[in-house]
């Protein structure tokens, strides 16, 4: 088995509003930082995965991702796996 580092991150889908990046938006305002605009705010996922492959860690993570690291209704990820 070799040992894989999976990176994640999952966003909230463009068409679904962000409160709380709606709200760092407006904060930049007040830091005197009004050219900054549209913040997203999502989280990022480290890893592990044992696996024979890098397709099979790729498949594991993918699996991971959608059955339960993110809500596919609102959420969309990337990610990438690298052996370490």
Do not use: W
């Not at 679904?16 to 705010?41: C, F, W, Y």
């Amino acid at each position: 088995m070799k040992k894989f580092q999976a990176e994640i991150d999952v966003m909230p889908k463009k068409e679904i509003l962000d409160p709380q990046g709606k709200a760092v938006t407006g904060s930049m305002k007040n830091l005197g930082l009004s050219e900054i605009h549209n913040v997203r705010i999502g989280k990022h996922i480290s890893l592990e995965v044992e696996a024979d492959s890098e397709a099979t860690a790729n498949a594991k993570v993918e699996q991971a991702c959608k059955n339960l690291l993110a809500n596919l209704i609102m959420e969309s990820y990337h990610f990438s796996v690298k052996e370490v």
